[in-house]
């Protein structure tokens, strides 16, 4: 299986930061890379797909990068909603793994 | 838009069989996969099976043995069957639709989700 690594599994941030988190892969998976936002109580929400594409309805502050092994997620300024945990995903290869979630807590 | 709602017992003994169902409205089974994810209380996401409209399966190899998904399209649902439940398959459960209807793809539609308990 491949092991997707996110480290910090949580990061103290403030409303307008522009706030980068990170997600590396064990092996390359190309750009089969996804992202997700989960609030408590809730389900997961795709973010981003295929490392940088903009899922519909989803604000233009998020956007991601990377390739290979080495994935980011971008917030550009950070809003009070966006307090929650980031996911990633990939898709390269069955079965499809997560990684360990990033948890964004106010500073 | 489509929707995905997740039925079923909410406690289960241990040793015995987790059944769930998820029943699609706003669209049609066709021509996608569908996913059964599961969430650990406070813990991370675990892909558990995905199942083609046609009836193509794929199983994660922890728990293959104890797996199975099958699909009724006529009834819009998909459904997860997984026997000989410990304490360790506690978690919410999920159905997800596959995006782009591809087997390997982001997950793009959830359910609500469903918590099931294993009791002993």
């Known amino acids: 299986d491949i092991q997707m690594t996110q480290s910090p599994s949580s990061l103290s941030v403030s409303v307008g930061d522009r706030v980068t988190i990170p997600c590396r892969a064990s092996?390359?998976?190309?750009?089969?890379l996804n992202w997700y936002q989960q609030k408590p109580g809730k389900a997961p929400d795709l973010l981003i797909y295929d490392a940088s594409s903009l899922q519909s309805g989803v604000p233009s502050r998020f956007s991601g990068s990377g390739s290979g092994t080495d994935f980011t997620l971008t917030i550009s300024s950070l809003q009070p909603e966006d307090f929650a945990t980031y996911y990633c995903?990939?898709?390269?290869?069955?079965?499809?793994?997560f990684g360990q979630g990033t948890k964004l807590e106010i500073k | 838009q489509v929707q995905l709602q997740e039925s079923g017992p909410g406690l289960v003994k241990s040793s015995e069989t987790l059944s769930l169902s998820c029943t699609v409205s706003?669209?049609?089974?066709?021509?996608?996969?569908w996913s059964w994810i599961r969430q650990p209380p406070g813990k991370g996401l675990e892909w558990i099976a995905y199942i083609y409209s046609t009836g193509l399966i794929n199983y994660n190899p922890s728990l293959k043995s104890r797996v199975t998904i099958s699909v009724d399209t006529p009834k819009n649902q998909f459904s997860l069957r997984l026997k000989s439940v410990t304490a360790a398959d506690t978690a919410v459960y999920y159905c997800?639709?596959?995006?782009?209807?591809?087997?390997?793809?982001?997950?793009?539609?959830w359910g609500q989700g469903t918590m099931v308990t294993v009791s002993s």
């Open positions: 995903q990939q898709s390269y290869s069955t079965p499809q793994t």
């Open positions: 997800a639709r596959n995006k782009g209807g591809y087997g390997l793809a982001a997950f793009d539609i």
């Open positions: 706003g669209g049609s089974l066709s021509n996608f996969y």
């Open positions: 092996q390359s998976i190309s750009t089969n």
